[in-house]
């Protein structure tokens, strides 16, 4: 039995690899699959020592073929198992790509209800940590637009903690994506509390001036945004989203309402990226409450660039004022 | 690609060479003649002696030989009558199994109770070996749903349009089976053409690495829609399974009492944990793609006509005859009730109604999705604003 221990300060890497040792230790249905998750305890090393713990039947290292990971989690999810897949980075899986959207996310409608897949795949995305190509993409609106998929993003250790836990209890598949750039980063995580839901927005910092709504690794930086706008003597409101599918829309509104601007931020390009489906429905539902256009900083609609040019491709401390600047000059 | 360099890319080993449309048949060898083909009947009806197979259909009784003979005749009625409804408009497309009963009752009868079957979407026979009422079947091809039974209630999963997918599922399960240390064996059923895809060959990979009980079994019907095999592969497709290191067989696919054999061979490796086995049943697909195409443009009448003669029921009827396994009332009484078949598949499809409008937000999510409550609470306002208007005049 793993020890529950309160208020723990650990990386959020470290908080993953508590939660998928805890529903592993409860659940014996829980399995680990992935490429490297076993011995080496994963390119990041978030499985680490699971294997060892837990044995090579329930944390298991698979051939190099991302489709076949998801395609067996999913006849393994069939069989009453449920499967928490690895992609090695966000790049790596649009081999999987056809099995997640055409199989994964389509059986349980297909079978009238009948056949539940609860299989959770976990992806380290987003960029920030001078990586090759293909290893630092923010792929999540290519899932958010495929109906029977849940996706969320944890943005620190605790939420990671107990996203985890929730995702792994869903009896819908949910893409975790996992924002690599802050793994290292610390926080409390508290293994007893009880957590809100799932796909529900947190309010991580209250405002008044504008909201900076923002998930996973961009929610530090609205932070730091927030931070330096205080010293200008504006008050932003930061929202932490949590989930992209479902969004938490009536939180964004409560807080729109409030503001009367927002700015949403994300990795992925702006282009059809989430930011783009929050102010289609906040413009509706807030119309009368908007002093400004809802806007947008994220990527731009080109391939991720080479390391040496992240930062510029990435939204930034400057790059966010220079959005909330704007949206107060209505 | 000139029709020359074509022909000299040609594989020697394969069996299957075959023509295209105006070509001669000449060159294409009998697979009765192919020394790599299991065949226990003959087209003429003759058993066959095989060392290696006839141990698992030895105690076949004369009952259960009629049995499999009554399986082919209603599958393929059944069949048939579905190619109808869908000429009628009641359904919206048909593939047809037909040339393929052998394969699809032999194999299917060769399943245990517990096995767990992945089909693609035309494995009518092995869905009525399984106990799935054949009108069930018939739902998603008439558009009132995506498929109209629960997997579970007869271990036979939901038919799969996208080719190859399936194996990759099957193989995930058989793993599963695996873990829980249980005797059960899984078969998945793909083509000629969905050979080419990578899940199949990742399929492969796993359960070879895995060591998973399952069965691939392969029926090469010549064709994926308008492509030949020759353009699929290289190699007779059970040669494949070698490279990645479990047994192939190729097994005459018009033969129910050798895909019987050896499907029952290959479940029991499966049980027996010894891994994988790839069965390639070789037979025609007698019929179009479905009711969508128009086989003329792409092969000859001449070939359909050379496969006739090979049908899998007329052999195992020669068979029955012979050996005074069957007499006229048999044959009598199962035509009455192929047409009682055929009545009850029509009445049931015509009866079919249409699904609730509101059927369009069911089970999307198995937890609920706040979007999907959004959206049906949007669409039931807009579709009660009609009922307003009829009010209103």
């Known amino acids: ?330 | 690609m000139t029709v020359e360099s074509t022909a000299a890319r040609k594989p020697r080993r394969s069996a299957g060479t075959k023509s295209t449309a105006g070509k001669t048949t000449t060159a294409r060898k009998s697979p009765s003649a192919d020394p790599e083909l299991v065949q226990l009947l003959t087209p003429e009806g003759k058993r066959v002696k095989n060392a290696e197979y006839d141990k698992y259909v030895a105690g076949i009784t004369p009952e259960e030989l009629r049995g499999l003979y009554r399986d082919m005749v209603l599958t393929r009625r059944f069949d048939a009558e579905a190619t109808s409804l869908q000429r009628q408009g009641e359904l919206g497309l048909w593939a047809s199994l037909l040339g393929q009963e052998a394969a699809q009752i032999g194999s299917g009868r060769a399943t245990r109770e517990d096995d767990y079957v992945f089909p693609t979407y035309r494995e009518h026979g092995v869905a009525w070996c399984r106990g799935v009422d054949p009108t069930n079947l018939l739902g998603m091809f008439r558009g009132v749903n995506n498929g109209g039974w629960d997997p579970n209630s007869n271990n036979f999963q939901l038919y799969t349009i996208v080719i190859g997918s399936q194996t990759l599922h099957a193989t995930g399960y058989a793993m599963g089976i695996a873990k829980d240390g249980a005797d059960s064996a899984v078969i998945a059923y793909f083509g000629d053409g969905a050979s080419s895809q990578g899940d199949v060959a990742e399929s492969f990979t796993f359960s070879a690495v895995y060591n998973a009980p399952v069965v691939f079994f392969c029926q090469n019907n010549q064709w994926a829609i308008s492509e030949p095999t020759e353009k699929q592969t290289r190699v007779p497709l059970y040669q494949r399974a070698q490279g990645f290191g479990f047994p192939g067989v190729r097994v005459d696919g018009n033969d129910v009492l050798a895909c019987l054999a050896v499907t029952k061979w290959a479940l029991e490796r499966a049980r027996s944990g010894e891994g994988p086995t790839l069965v390639e049943a070789y037979t025609y697909r007698m019929g179009a793609h479905t009711t969508s195409d128009d086989p003329t443009r792409y092969r000859g009448d001449e070939e359909r006509q050379a496969w006739e003669a090979k049908d899998p029921i007329l052999r195992l009827r020669r068979y029955l005859e012979a050996s005074n396994h069957a007499d006229e009332g048999f044959f009598a009484e199962l035509e009455a009730e192929s047409e009682a078949l055929g009545k009850r598949v029509r009445e049931a499809v015509r009866a079919m109604p249409d699904p609730d409008h509101f059927a369009i937000f069911e089970n999307v999510y198995a937890d609920g999705h706040a979007l999907v409550d959004e959206e049906r609470a949007q669409f039931a306002a807009y579709q009660a604003s009609f009922a307003d208007v009829e009010g209103g005049h």
């Open chain 1, 1 to 330: 039995m793993a020890e529950t221990v309160t208020f723990k300060s650990m990386a959020l890497a470290k908080a993953i690899n508590e939660s998928l040792r805890r529903a592993l230790d409860s659940d014996p249905k829980v399995l680990i699959m992935g490429e490297d998750v076993g011995k080496l305890g994963g390119v990041f090393r978030v499985t680490d020592g699971l294997q060892k713990d837990f044995g090579e039947s329930r944390v298991i290292d698979t051939p190099l073929a991302e489709s076949g990971i998801v395609g067996t989690a999913i006849g393994l999810a069939l069989r009453g198992y449920r499967p928490v897949v690895e992609i090695q980075f966000d790049g790596f899986v649009f081999p999987a790509y056809d099995q997640i959207v055409t199989q994964l996310a389509k059986m349980h409608a297909r079978s009238l209800g009948k056949v539940k897949l609860p299989v959770v795949v976990r992806i380290p995305y987003g960029g920030g940590i001078g990586a090759v190509e293909h290893h630092s993409e923010s792929p999540e609106a290519l899932f958010a637009h495929v109906a029977g998929l849940k996706i969320v993003s944890p943005s620190n250790a605790s939420d990671a903690y107990w996203m985890m836990q929730q995702a792994i209890q869903s009896d819908d598949p949910v893409i975790f994506f996992e924002p690599k750039r802050r793994y290292w980063d610390k926080g409390e995580v508290n293994t007893e509390a009880i957590p809100g839901p799932l796909h529900k927005a947190k309010v991580v910092r209250e405002g008044t001036d504008l909201t900076l709504a923002a998930y996973g690794p961009m929610v530090k930086l609205c932070q730091e945004v927030a931070d330096a706008a205080a010293e200008e003597g504006r008050n932003l409101e930061v929202l932490d989203l949590r989930s992209v599918s479902p969004l938490d829309f009536d939180s964004i509104q409560a807080s729109v309402e409030k503001t009367r601007r927002l700015v949403v931020v994300h990795e992925a390009p702006v282009f059809f990226g989430s930011g783009a489906e929050i102010a289609a429905r906040i413009t509706e539902r807030c119309f009368y409450h908007l002093e400004a256009p809802v806007l947008r900083v994220g990527g731009y609609h080109a391939p991720y660039p080479p390391a040496r040019l992240e930062e510029e491709y990435l939204p930034g401390l400057d790059r966010v004022l220079d959005a909330v600047d704007r949206a107060l000059a209505y």
